[in-house]
């Protein structure tokens, strides 16, 4: 409708075909351009793999370089010096790639090449042990140390999925399956080292067969005979294998409701403003991107060439599977932040409700500078198969090109896809805040937080006594005996272990009070100023509260000195303890057994020693842990 005048269609001579054994293969010729790229993609990757064969695919990748008929032994150097500015291979999480770059006049020689190379190996476990020690380089040599740093991470990880689990966008919203987790680099380095000749080639045979593979070639050749020779070469190839990778599906879903992300703290101020919506259809998608594109260039206009309150505004494009977020973001200070999110936002819904004409012209002229402008190169003749590829495999359409449908966008096909998806119910913002009421004001609450955590470490038995009445101030000459009931090591570790108990239940009942009252277990980060920073400091009283409450619990035995005053006893930690002298009745040494834990003051690592045994004249018993518990009674029946 507006645009496809005077523009030649970059696509227009993109060949697709596929061999009668399944190799899938995209050409595109151009004689403004001076080298030829090719590009082989098998479709096995990491997410294949498990702990037992953890780093094969990427072993292959490497071993495939190899072999013994050619010289070097290894295909790399061998291409190099005949001429390829670039050669490589990468492994990903769901495809293996080999690719190089080579002058044109060479580029049916680099198609029977990678043929060889990919589907015809002669190999040896000498070659196998070459590409070890050469991966080894790479991901790191496996040591005997790596299983107790394995182990270390294993522990942490494991004690992290008791938290409640971190909001993710596209699972909460989208409803999308959780990626796969990434295994340990320790698998790797362990692997690589065990692997066999007979392992890396059945995997190989497994996944390396033409039905699994996409042939790319871009360059300066001509397309009739390339075909041919990808037919002779590749074609001929009868290998059958027996498995493939596979992306999760794409059937993400709205739950139409808008997402809100507000940060405190952050080092700068910034947004992102714009909608989520889903790709299902690609003309949607152009136009979309097209306005956001458009929408970036007005607001830059506004907020940093009129009102100078931002550096550059810039659209973006966040994606998983069809899930998709798109729209503007922008830095700002602090002042201006919230004015600049309104102008933004009141810009989208006026343009949902009614864009002019002239700027749909505008927006789309825009983009179609792309189109006109593209270089002939081979990463760009690359980069348009890529969005071939993508409309044939993702939306099923092979009867038309990007170009194509991007030309025939109307007006009304415009404003519809405008309207629909930038609504109120689907609207994305993530903002970050720098502080709300002063500079650095959630970093000295955190800090307050810490302060308070120290001083109930430190002090906490000194408040206590205050609290009871407790005769605590005496000086060290009134101190008659003093003797240590507690190990230091033990009770830190115990004191960090009940701070990570106060973290746990904290989180847990603040996601579990979210779910109940919200339905929104991540409802919190979705607050708006002033709300959110209420919700900041509540958050860190709440978990001080809860905090003092399971020292005082887990915390009335856990006493780490005892002081033998003229008035009697008295016992100092996180809380204190205080028995006067009338009141002990007797001293005894007793073997250490479990049920007299709840009644031990103090705690250790070696736990079984023996125990002093206090009978108070009520008939009370309690118990003191002790180095040596035979000096103990010794030395405190001199004062008794």
């Not at 136009?287 to 260039?297: F, G, N, P, R």
């Not at 509540?538 to 809860?546: D, E, M, V």
């Not at 009745?585 to 057994?593: A, F, G, H, R, Y």
């Amino acid at each position: 409708m507006l645009l496809g005048q005077g523009i030649d269609d970059p696509y227009k001579n993109i060949e697709y075909f596929k061999l009668s054994n399944g190799l899938q293969v995209y050409m595109l010729s151009d004689k403004q351009v001076s080298n030829t790229q090719i590009i082989l993609s098998v479709k096995v990757g990491m997410d294949i793999e498990d702990k037992a064969n953890a780093g094969i695919s990427h072993l292959l990748e490497h071993l495939i370089f190899r072999d013994e008929r050619i010289p070097y032994h290894d295909y790399l150097d061998y291409i190099k010096e005949e001429g390829a500015t670039y050669i490589n291979g990468y492994t990903s999480q769901y495809e293996t790639s080999y690719e190089a770059t080579i002058d044109s006049n060479k580029s049916y020689w680099l198609v029977e090449i990678f043929a060889q190379m990919l589907l015809d190996k002669v190999v040896s476990d000498s070659d196998l042990e070459i590409e070890k020690k050469a991966l080894q380089v790479e991901i790191g040599a496996f040591h005997w140390y790596h299983h107790l740093g394995y182990s270390l991470k294993s522990t942490l990880k494991y004690l992290a999925k008791i938290f409640p689990n971190k909001e993710d966008i596209y699972t909460n919203e989208f409803g999308l399956t959780q990626r796969k987790e990434y295994l340990d680099s320790y698998f790797y380095r362990k692997n690589n080292t065990d692997f066999s000749l007979e392992e890396v080639m059945h995997h190989y045979n497994t996944y390396y067969y033409p039905q699994n593979m996409l042939l790319k070639v871009v360059g300066n050749f001509e397309a009739k005979k390339m075909r041919l020779l990808i037919e002779k070469e590749f074609g001929t190839s009868q290998k059958q294998g027996t498995k493939t990778a596979k992306e999760p599906p794409y059937n993400a879903t709205l739950n139409n409701k808008p997402h809100q992300s507000y940060k405190i703290g952050a080092s700068k101020n910034y947004a992102y403003l714009g909608t989520k919506y889903i790709l299902d259809d690609y003309k949607k998608y152009l136009i979309l991107d097209a306005y956001s594109e458009y929408l970036a260039t007005k607001m830059q206009q506004l907020l940093r060439n009129t009102l100078g309150q931002t550096y550059s505004v810039n659209d973006f494009y966040h994606s998983r599977a069809n899930a998709v977020m798109t729209g503007v973001n922008f830095g700002s200070l602090h002042a201006s932040l919230d004015e600049n999110i309104q102008l933004v936002q009141k810009k989208i819904y006026a343009d949902s409700l009614k864009i002019e004409d002239k700027e749909i012209a505008e927006a789309l002229k825009q983009s179609s500078v792309y189109y006109s402008a593209l270089e002939h190169d081979s990463a760009t003749l690359l980069e348009l198969i890529s969005a071939q590829e993508y409309l044939q495999e993702y939306h099923q359409i092979f009867d038309s090109t990007p170009f194509a449908i991007f030309s025939s966008i109307t007006k009304e096909e415009f404003q519809e896809s405008i309207s629909e998806a930038f609504t109120k119910q689907n609207a994305y913002s993530y903002i970050y805040s720098d502080y709300y009421f002063f500079p650095f004001d959630i970093l000295i609450l955190t800090l307050l937080m810490f302060f308070v955590v120290i001083v109930i470490y430190i002090r906490g038995g000194i408040i206590v006594s205050k609290q009871k009445g407790i005769p605590i101030y005496y000086t060290q000459r009134d101190v008659l005996l003093t003797r240590r009931i507690g190990n230091r090591f033990v009770l830190f570790w115990k004191f960090i272990v009940i701070f990570m108990i106060a973290v746990l239940l904290s989180e847990w009942s603040e996601y579990f009070l979210f779910m109940w009252i919200f339905d929104n277990p991540y409802y919190a980060s979705s607050v708006d100023t002033p709300y959110s920073y209420v919700y900041s400091i509540g958050s860190f009283s709440y978990y001080l509260i809860l905090f003092i409450v399971i020292v005082r619990v887990c915390c009335i035995k856990s006493l780490s000195r005892l002081d033998m005053l003229k008035e009697g006893m008295f016992f100092r930690g996180s809380t204190s303890v205080f028995i006067a002298k009338n009141k002990i009745d007797t001293l005894s040494v007793v073997p250490w057994s479990w049920n007299k834990v709840s009644h031990t003051y103090g705690i250790g690592i070696r736990f079984w020693k023996p125990l002093l045994k206090v009978t108070l004249h009520d008939a009370r018993v309690l118990y003191i842990r002790s180095k040596d518990a035979q000096h103990l009674v010794e030395d405190l029946s001199k004062f008794l």
